[in-house]
């Protein structure tokens, strides 16, 4: 697959990339753990059909130390017993919030479940981080980006 425009040799796509890369920095600054930053990306990115997200969130949380089972498992969350009750409820919300083009909305129960396990700024770093990789996931799938050839920490 060959992507249809590389948005890095473009002067508009470079801007808007600047600063979603400057938005993703905020949440990495905030209390919320960097091993549910992860997850969030990539299971947004797993709904979204992103490869190249997919692909480089999972390198770069593996290379972070997260365990090849619970990276397997993401796609399968609910299932899954390898997850935090924290990182579950990152998850649910992750997930109705990605789908809320779909004609879905957040529930009051998945609300209530983040509310239990995060406060006010961690939430905040959530709904940042789920909205930015909804942006680089639409971004990347658009253009067409291929997946596969990411190396972990190639972006900084």
């Known amino acids: 697959m060959e992507a249809r425009i590389d948005l890095f040799a473009n002067r508009v796509g470079t801007s808007y990339i600047k600063r979603l890369t400057t938005a993703g920095k905020i949440v990495n600054d ?10 969030v990306k990539i299971r947004a990115s797993q709904i979204n059909g992103c490869g190249y997200c997919v692909d480089m969130h999972t390198k770069d949380a593996a290379h972070a130390g997260e365990e090849s089972v619970r990276l397997n498992l993401i796609a399968a969350w609910q299932e899954a017993t390898v ?5 579950r409820a990152a998850l649910a919300l992750t997930e109705e919030g ?26 905040a770093a959530l709904i940042a ?20 050839d990411y190396v972990p920490g190639q972006w900084g």
């Open 83 to 87: 997850f935090t009750e924290a990182e």
């Open 30 to 39: 905030s209390t919320l753990p960097a091993a549910t930053y992860e997850l």
């Open 129 to 148: 981080a789920i909205a930015n990789i909804n942006a680089w996931n639409r971004m990347n799938v658009i253009a067409r980006r291929p997946a596969g």
């Open 98 to 123: 990605t789908r809320i083009g779909d004609g879905r909305v957040v529930s009051d129960a998945v609300w209530q479940d983040v509310r239990k396990h995060y406060d006010d700024d961690q939430i």
